[in-house]
């Protein structure tokens, strides 16, 4: 990790230490982005195949907890912020094997969570967009996705296992230092910038979900209402120029900190003093930088602007999945998306 990383999360660190949540970073300036927002057709949910082995042991629990995990750096280290690529691969398999498939936060919140019976959803979030998540490689004049990076694990995964689905929300910046602008630019780690928007367009025609985390990651509680508006809106600008009318929906907060008006973290708008133009956002889920599994979203105390998050580094997911099962809190389906199989809400 370079010394800029480590101030980057030291950074981060300290924030979570002094009360707020922690969270990864992507702090910086940068060039500009472009564009307009709006409306993106949700992608239907596919015919779900056979349950795994054992499904039918579990029984249904649709007031459960929800797993949405949260990543940061992919690479070759195990850290507080960063996953080894190893033991990534190592999380799907684990998932996988204890029953889990993934959903997407918009599918969350929704309430969209077509399983089979005894299969319980995972949300996989990962914030920043660095090269790690997303990175390309040069192959005779063509670009390859590199199979280390988290996308080309996510892939080769998906592809042995049919009913492991490209649900997983990317949560992006699109104008930080450090590499992470839309997962790499400027040749940081060997990422050109005008593969940028071909990544971001990418994700979205594969089903991914993208999601807003603002566009250099400035800690919102510290500046006025304008300012946060224009983070917001300017990463929505930029997305949409990478996939024109995408609608995002998610919104992950940068530190983990509010800003001083709450409100302005779901919905506001950003009028650009260059063109006159106005542009708006509205989220739907707010994925807040910790707390643990979050509530179902059929729990009458749900509050999707306000989404607990689970932190993967060291042994936490493994804790977590077996925290769920011995509390007798874990979500299962009942395999009927048209009734909720109700146990007491933990």
Known sequence: MSIKQQLYFALIAACAACGGSSDSGGAGQRDAADTTIQA????????????????????????????????????????????????FRKDLELLYA?????????????GRIDLPRGVSPVVFTFDDASPGQFRYTEQNGQLVIDPNSAVG????????????????????????????????????????????????????????????????????????????????????????SAVPGYRIRTFALPLGVWPKNRGLAEKGSWTDPKTGKTTTYHHDVILEVAGGPARSPHDPQFNGLSTNRVQVYLNELEKTLNYLDKSGTRYVSDGDPGTVAKKNAP
């Not at 054992?54 to 507080?80: C, K």
């Not at 204890?98 to 929704?110: C, F, N, S, W």
């Open 40 to 87: 993106a057709t949700p992608i239907p949910a596919a015919q779900q195949p056979p349950a795994p082995a054992g499904a039918d042991t579990m029984t249904p629990n649709e007031l459960g907890r929800i797993p949405v995990l949260e990543y940061h750096l992919i690479g070759d280290q195990e850290g507080r912020w960063q996953r080894e690529h190893g033991q």
């Open 98 to 110: 204890r029953g889990y498939r993934p959903i997407t936060a918009a599918e969350y919140v929704d």
């Open 153 to 240: 694990i996510w892939l080769d995964f998906a592809k042995r296992h049919s009913d492991w689905k490209n649900k997983a929300v990317w949560c992006m910046l699109s104008g930080a230092e450090a590499g992470r602008s839309f997962f790499g630019n400027k040749d940081i780690e060997g990422q050109k910038t005008e593969w940028r928007h071909r990544k971001v367009k990418f994700l979205a025609d594969q089903g991914f979900e993208l999601c807003n985390h603002t566009l250099w990651h400035a800690q919102l509680s510290k500046y006025p209402d304008d300012f946060v508006q224009e983070q917001i809106a300017r990463l929505q600008l930029a997305v949409d």
